[in-house]
């Protein structure tokens, strides 16, 4: 079909709600080439959008995981997309390929990663462009009361050194008048983790609901010169109730 398939993409809408109520839910949805487990694109959430291929056998997964919901990922294969869609539950309307992502709210026991969250270096000051990602926290404790959660900090290494904290005026992105210091991996851990809290807290958020948990560099994802360890510095939410 000519709609479904623009030169060497293809249209897709992923559709992303809420198994609650069937809110739709405002995200990505990230296209994994499972041939070098590798992210071969990022995609909107609920917009049409053209998808490009990834490889040439057209085995792609698709994975959806937006803080505050349980990640879902869909195994597809890009040059057939109808292909076992009794699995994904993909269809055709209007001349593009529909993908479904029914999403579950966290449930007490997960621990979601904030893999949009992002620090300055040697800081406990939020980068701006991790706004977004706040808001989805901030809105998971707003629309689930009885969500109590821990904060786990974690960092790349163990080594100790300088710490920039936020200071009295409580601008959470901004260096403006921050306080400097010094301490190990696991105090600037355990003040990545406060000032997540302490943005909660002046959004609204009881201060009884959170909890945090430093660990510094001692539960690394990968080596720390390993070329994916910026991905050891991390905030994780853990649900303690639901």
């Not at 949805?29 to 487990?37: F, G, L, Q």
């Not at 909107?44 to 937006?66: H, Q």
Request: proline share 2%; aromatic share 8%.
């Amino acid at each position: 079909d000519k709609n479904l398939d623009e030169g060497m993409g293809k249209r897709f809408l992923f559709k992303v709600f809420s198994n609650v109520k069937g809110d739709t839910i405002h995200g990505n949805v990230d296209m994994i080439n499972v041939e070098n487990n590798r992210k071969a694109g990022t995609y909107r959430a609920n917009e049409s959008v053209m998808v490009k291929p990834a490889n040439k056998s057209g085995n792609v997964l698709f994975t959806c995981d937006i803080l505050g919901y349980r990640g879902i990922k869909k195994n597809v294969n890009f040059n057939d997309p109808l292909a076992n869609n009794e699995l994904s539950q993909l269809t055709i309307e209007s001349d593009q390929y529909v993908l479904p992502f029914e999403l579950v709210r966290l449930k007490k026991g997960d621990v979601a990663v904030m893999y949009d969250l992002y620090f300055y270096k040697d800081a406990a000051i939020i980068r701006a462009e991790s706004r977004s990602e706040m808001g989805l926290l901030v809105d998971m404790m707003k629309e689930n009361p009885k969500y109590k959660i821990k904060l786990h900090g974690h960092t790349n290494g163990g080594a100790a050194g300088k710490i920039i904290s936020v200071g009295p005026s409580k601008n959470f992105f901004s260096f403006t008048d921050s306080k400097e210091g010094f301490g190990s991996a696991k105090k600037l851990a355990d003040a990545r983790a406060q000032v997540i809290k302490e943005y909660l807290v002046a959004q609204g958020i009881d201060e009884a609901r959170m909890d945090t948990k430093a660990w510094g560099g001692k539960k690394p994802l990968y080596h720390k010169e390993h070329a994916l360890a910026q991905s050891n510095v991390r905030v994780e939410v853990e649900i303690l109730e639901d």
